[in-house]
């Protein structure tokens, strides 16, 4: 990867998106389906990023519509991003495809090569207030029993990513030897890469989550966030800011790009026991960025990536980001111990978390 980064320096701006997918299919058996599912992906992307900039001047202001086929809130903009890329992938021939907005997964093609999974419009909610959004999508081999296509291990994954739509319009990509992000050149109506071979910071100054359900959260996560600000006083030696976007896409760009880590547990809400993330349109793509950076993705427990999904929309608690600060996660979710002796003093000095 070191090699690859050398030699892309100086593509920085000028190497597009198809010419990096075309040295790819010279790569793997899969290679040339895989490149024409992203490039698909990639022109989907562009129309979606065209129909958010215009908002409501394209009656496209993310109002609620309904509940999506897992009970979540289904806005319009969910709608017209999933109809924009499964017309997109639905010229090519895909083995079986699977949507955040679909109950059940659509077999396409038997004798496709691949299998994809999409979350068309990843953090909606956020698109009346004007924050980033985006779309994941995971990419696998086709099983002989294509029943059990989105059933297979995280680690199965041809290849993995997600594009931002924000500030400016990123395509973060793995194709299975490393992490690199395109952007959007608007004038010429294509993607260029911006960020070669990105790395995870191993320092860790930021963790991510959403503290107003502390209460809900089990003695791990609490003992972990407790670490986290007690700062330079506490076990990790130094000071921490957070952050909570509330969009998944936005929360792995920040990490990818300076660091942190990220954590959306389970809590003892009702419907929360396994978290809220879906593992095979959500977990999976990101675990596999994550970690094709430098970085860990755990639920706490175990790998993300070992994990298989006995149900499409199956859910799983996320700890991603700097892999020192997921290992400690991982460290206290296992040994109670630790956890007991986790001493959080500020929460005992000060009244604003006290349950």
């Known amino acids: 990867m070191r090699h690859r980064q050398r030699g892309w320096t100086q593509m920085i701006g000028q190497l597009r998106l198809d010419d990096h997918l075309q040295r790819y299919t010279e790569t793997a058996p899969h290679a040339l389906a895989v490149a024409a599912a ?34 979540d809130l289904q806005r319009d903009l969910d709608v017209h991003a999933d109809a924009i890329l ?41 698109i009346d207030i004007n924050m980033t959004v985006g779309t994941i999508f995971s990419i696998l081999p086709a099983p002989d029993d294509l029943s059990l296509a989105f059933q297979q291990r995280g680690s199965a994954q041809l290849a993995a990513g997600f594009v931002t739509y924000g500030p400016q319009t990123s395509l973060v990509l793995t194709l299975g030897d490393g992490v690199d992000i395109f952007t959007l050149d608007r004038k010429a109506g294509c993607f260029r890469l911006a960020r070669s071979a990105v790395q995870i910071s191993e320092t860790c100054e930021e963790f991510a989550i959403n503290a107003s359900n502390r209460r809900h959260w089990d003695p791990p996560v609490r003992a972990f966030i407790d670490e986290c600000l007690a700062g330079v006083e506490g076990p990790a030696n130094h000071d921490f800011n957070m952050r ?5 896409v936005a929360e792995a760009y920040r990490i990818l790009t300076r660091g942190g ?6 809590d003892a809400r009702p419907g929360y026991g396994d978290g809220r993330l879906r593992l095979v349109y959500e977990a999976h793509p990101m675990a596999m960025i994550i970690e094709q950076a430098g970085g860990s993705a755990s639920t706490g427990r175990e790998r993300v990536l070992e994990l298989s999904a006995q149900s ?18 991982e460290e ?24």
């Open 312 to 329: 499409l929309h199956q859910r799983v608690p996320l700890i991603m980001g700097s892999s020192n600060e997921v290992r400690r996660a």
């Open 86 to 126: 499964r017309r997109c992938l639905g010229r090519l021939p895909i083995a079986a495809l699977a949507s955040e907005e679909m109950r059940e997964a659509q077999i396409v093609d038997r004798h496709g090569r691949i299998c994809i999974a999409i979350d068309p419009l990843d953090g909606s909610s956020n």
């Open 332 to 355: 206290l979710h296992c040994d109670p111990l630790l956890v007991a002796s986790v001493s959080a003093p500020l929460f005992a000095r000060r009244g604003f978390f006290r349950l």
């Open 244 to 248: 909570w976007i509330g969009s998944l």
């Open 38 to 71: 992203v490039d698909a992906i990639a022109t989907a992307a562009i129309e979606i990023a065209g129909l958010i900039a215009s908002g409501d001047l394209a009656d496209a202001s993310g109002l609620t519509t309904g509940r999506n086929s897992d009970g």
């Open 261 to 266: 880590v990220f954590l959306y547990p389970s």
